[in-house]
């Protein structure tokens, strides 16, 4: 072993380089409620699962032993189904590779692109322990405090699920003419938090509907819930799934946004007309303002695009080639392009996408930047999808979900 010791983490007795860490919010008893990826120190295209981001709307839910557990599915179906755990795995098999993202994901870029505020950074995420806190007493936050609150950030991260699809287990149980909608109901309850909405918001003056204890839930359009690449999932990067994202059960929905994929599973029910889940028609909706009639549900994200580095205060940088890196994704299927300006969106350049360019996972793209003159330069990094979608796809709406604006890197070069 060389004399010098790297700094970092002991791995199997062995020094060796920092291990990502997730930013967790915990309980009093240390176990952890909410957390978030450090994704501008991720390499690769899959989340180590320790460091995936958990969101949770309800209470966090006592664990359910495997074999213990049962999934019912019923409603407008010819044969209503009851499967234990081993008989959902005996269903045929499927694994897909997809970014899970939470919609308030990048909030804080809303306000800083829409209303003038400070550019938030992938550096610095809320202090999620404080937010149990507040979750837990039911306070609701003033305004000045939501003022100074930091937007929602670093809730995405890229993972390998393996289950079976929704569409074989309906296939099985065969929907009966008419059925439009398939009802997702986890064994988490609750009571919404007003708090979660009023940040999403960012401010807390209007009313906002209390729907009392519930369970989480969601209802599928038939069609999503017929795509193959929907599954009901038991695993995660090659191991059981963790309780904190679903065990024993979880939905995953490629490309709608992490609403959609209901941990915790343990009810399905295919329905003629949808169902009025909290999480779908108050709570998870665009609109312009609160009162806007208009509040159409979230479903797929737009088209994502972040520079992971250099980032403003990697500033200032020595002259010389510097690589632009970052990630890119989409809510509709695989990236095809993927574009960078270093003169605040003058002129554009195609940069390198690394492969494999999966339809629901991120991509890792660089560009060799030639930083020869010293100045302020201003980076754009732009990405295109298989549809042809261009960012950003998604306009401000109140409760800033679903961000995909271009946000630029300000860096001097000396
Ligand atoms: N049963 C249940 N499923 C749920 C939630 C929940 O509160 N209860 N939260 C949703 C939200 S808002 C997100 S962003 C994702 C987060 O999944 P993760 O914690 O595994 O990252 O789970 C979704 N599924
Ligand atoms: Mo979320």
């Known amino acids: ?17 920092k291990r990502l ?3 967790a919010g915990k309980d009093a008893e240390g176990r952890v409620l909410s957390g978030r990826t450090p994704i501008l120190d991720q390499e690769g295209l899959i989340t180590p699962t320790d460091s995936s981001y958990v969101v949770t709307q309800l209470d966090m839910p006592e664990p359910v032993h495997p074999d213990d557990w049962t999934l019912t599915l019923g409603g407008e179906v010819e044969r209503p189904l009851r499967l234990s755990l081993d008989e959902l795995r005996n269903f045929p098999g499927r694994s897909v590779r997809a970014v899970t993202e939470c919609a308030g994901n990048d909030e804080g870029f809303f306000d800083y692109q829409a209303r003038g505020m400070p550019k938030p950074s992938r550096r610095y995420v809320p202090d999620l322990s404080r937010r149990a806190a507040m979750k837990a007493d039911r306070g609701t936050p003033g305004n000045e405090e939501l003022r100074g609150e930091m937007g929602n950030t670093c809730a995405m991260s890229g993972g390998e699920f393996t289950g079976v699809s929704l569409a074989e287990l309906l296939a099985h149980a065969g929907p009966k003419v008419g059925a439009q909608w398939v009802w997702l109901e986890g064994f988490d309850r609750g009571r919404p938090d007003p708090a979660v909405q009023y940040r999403s918001m960012g401010h807390a003056d209007v ?11 969601k209802a599928l359009p038939l069609a999503k819930a017929l795509d193959p690449d929907t599954l009901l999932a038991w695993a995660q990067n090659g191991e059981w799934l963790l309780h904190v994202h679903g065990a024993p059960v979880r939905c995953i929905v490629p490309g709608w946004s992490g609403n959609w994929w209901v941990k915790w599973l343990s009810r399905i029910e295919v329905t003629r007309e949808m169902p009025p889940c909290y999480h779908q028609t108050k709570y998870f909706v665009y609109g312009a303002t609160p009162d806007d009639p208009q509040k159409p549900m979230l479903t797929a994200m737009g088209v994502r695009c972040i ?4 980032l403003d205060e990697d500033s200032p940088l020595e002259r010389g080639t510097h690589a632009i890196r970052g990630l890119a994704w989409s809510g509709m299927g695989r990236i095809e392009r993927v574009e960078v300006s270093v003169d605040g969106g003058a002129s554009w350049r195609d940069a390198h996408i690394e492969a ?9 793209w660089s560009y060799l930047w030639e930083a020869n003159a010293p100045g302020a330069y201003r980076l754009l990094a732009r990405a295109t999808d298989e549809k042809g979608r261009v960012q950003p796809q998604t306009p401000w709406n109140y409760q800033r979900k679903h961000f995909d604006g271009i946000v630029p890197s300000d860096v001097v070069v000396v």
């Open 356 to 364: 494999p360019r999966e339809r629901w996972l991120w991509v890792r």
């Open 21 to 23: 860490e997730l930013n």
């Open 207 to 217: 009313a906002i509907d209390d729907p009392g204890v519930i369970h989480y839930d």
């Open 307 to 310: 520079i992971t580095a250099p």
């Open 1 to 17: 072993m060389s004399k010098r010791e790297i700094e970092g983490d002991w791995v199997m007795g062995w020094p060796d380089r």
